[in-house]
């Protein structure tokens, strides 16, 4: 092999010590799994809190049971003695680490991968501060401690600054200070601090964009001297390539409304179709989390390291895709991967005025719920659907801010940095957005909602398929009959409104 055939990021990572927090998440799972499958990690330590009864070393076992470990487990049999759990959370103090574990992690790690939040819109504003503001801070600690350190990389979002209309690669000055917000919020009762955050967030949307936000204004005044970068990610989806395609386990994002449009469930949203959507599968997302790690030491080693790099790994900047692509090739390969539970032929409508979506979501989910609920109750079932279509809703509201703009980003260091890899990195960790096809990419997204969210086989797609043929019919049958009916009324309403101006 010559030199350049050799891969400068496997070369990184032999041997060393990884320390990552978020494990047990989506992008902290494919994280473990790509670094197991495509490194000689030496040791990779999860953080892990105890849930539902479960230690932190249960916890690892059970993400081990996960099918994405699946082609890990058939090449690299021995591969989950590589990780080790870390009893610990992001929401206390000191990452509620014990002193030995502490004295561990300092003694033997050299990268650090801070994945770990709360994607909760929604999250109360104190917990979404202490997990992604303190806990930042509480590993910037940390990291300032390690003996051995090569570099940290801080997972924050693309919608950071979503206040602004551009993002580039760059820290921002706030017009809040996190110290400030933390000495308010101590101050503050649970009742009080709902009442305030409206105020708290400002220009931001939610508590979850404000508090990453503070995130890296913190990593900013905190990790000078530090080899540190912050990874910003746009909205992560399911997996295009690797370790297979389509896998995905949680419904957030537009992953719901996806699973909700081709179900026949969502038919309508608030949302701009002409909008760019800045989504990246996260199997990409992953390589250049990974190779971050790896650019963010080669520049300290080269004394490049004037300013903490950022990388904002988003689709728009190399390939774009807007809301209505998004709509379009989720419902064209929905039709091919129907749902065995889907409950109305797929349609999806956008519209930008608020009331219109108001009268839709009336007439198009409301109302037939509502009947579908009533036929239910009279034939002895359990209503649920208006209570489904409550939440859907909900969920759907919190998500139009992002659906009606769109921000204008810069990547160039993402673009440079796939530019440094040889041959043989780009073969190993494939980040580049511009060799994604969204139309394999969404066949395969589609196929991996339905198989590993909705937990459907493709034993049962024929049969799903011929159901879906009975839904077409009767959506044309029923569209015939409300445009008639809508024909009459507004000859009717017409009629009445001449004949007031004419009286």
């Known amino acids: 092999m010559s030199n350049m055939e050799i891969s400068a990021i496997q070369e990184f990572y032999k041997g060393t010590n ?30 892990i809190r105890e849930k539902k009864g479960q230690t932190p070393h249960m916890r690892i076992d059970s993400l081990f049971d996960d099918v994405l470990f699946d ?47 709360t994607v909760n819109f929604n999250e109360h504003i104190k917990l979404a501060y202490n997990i992604n503001v303190n806990g930042t801070k509480d590993l910037i600690n940390l990291a300032r401690e390690v003996q051995n350190l090569k570099s940290v990389v801080h997972v924050s979002t693309a919608y950071a ?6 993002i ?26 709902d009442l305030c955050t409206p105020k708290l967030l400002g220009q931001w949307p939610n508590s979850y964009t404000f508090t990453k936000a503070l995130a890296e204004s913190l990593v900013k005044d905190l990790g000078n001297g530090l080899a540190v970068g912050i990874f910003r990610p746009g909205i992560v989806v399911s997996t295009y390539k690797e370790p297979f395609p389509g896998w995905i386990d949680n419904l957030y994002g537009p992953t719901g409304l996806a699973a909700g449009a081709v179900s026949g469930l969502l038919r309508v949203s608030y949302c701009d179709g002409g909008k760019l959507a800045d989504i990246v599968p996260v199997d990409t997302c992953v390589a250049a989390l990974i190779v971050s790690a790896w650019d963010v030491y080669k520049r300290s080693q080269e004394k490049t390291f004037e300013t903490i790099p950022v990388y904002n790994y988003v689709s728009s900047t190399e390939n774009p895709i807007t809301h ?39 007439f198009l989910h409301i109302i037939p719920a509502a009947l579908l609920d009533l036929c239910t109750m009279l034939t002895g079932g359990k209503p649920k659907l208006l209570r489904i279509y409550k939440k859907v809703h909900k969920f759907s509201e919190f998500l139009s801010y992002f659906c009606l703009q769109e921000w204008k980003f810069s990547n160039n260091n993402v673009q440079n940095l796939w530019l440094k890899l040889n041959k043989t990195d780009q073969q190993l ?28 086989s493709d034993a049962t797609l024929e049969a799903s398929r011929k159901r879906f043929k009975r839904f077409s019919i009767a959506h044309e049958v029923l569209k015939l009959v409300f445009y008639f009916f809508g ?17």
């Open 168 to 193: 580039d690669e760059k820290l921002y000055e706030y017009p809040v200070k996190y110290s400030d917000v933390e000495n308010a919020l101590e101050k503050m009762t649970i009742e009080q601090s």
């Open 429 to 456: 960790f494939p980040m580049s957005m511009q060799n994604v096809s969204w139309t394999l990419f969404f066949r395969r997204y589609i196929k991996g909602i339905r198989q590993y969210l909705l937990k459907e």
């Open 161 to 166: 600054n979503c206040h602004l209309r551009e």
């Open 487 to 503: 024909s009459l009324l507004t000859a009717s309403i017409l009629s009445r409104v001449w004949n007031a101006i004419c009286n």
């Open 18 to 47: 990884v320390f990552l927090t978020g494990g047990t998440g989506f992008l902290g799972k494919a994280t473990i799994e790509k670094l197991l499958r495509n490194t000689e990690v030496e040791t990779i330590y999860v953080l």
């Open 71 to 117: 082609r890990l487990k058939k090449e690299k049999p021995k591969c989950r003695n590589k990780v080790e759990a870390i009893a610990g959370d992001c929401s206390i103090a000191g990452l509620g680490i014990s002193i030995t574990d502490r004295q561990r992690l300092i003694s033997n790690i050299n990268v650090i991968l801070h994945v770990a939040a």
């Open 324 to 362: 209505e692509d998004f709509k379009v090739l989720n419902l064209t390969h929905g039709m091919d991967f129907v749902p065995s539970n889907a409950i109305w032929k797929p349609v999806a409508l956008m519209t930008t005025n608020y009331y219109f979506y108001i009268f839709l979501k009336i």
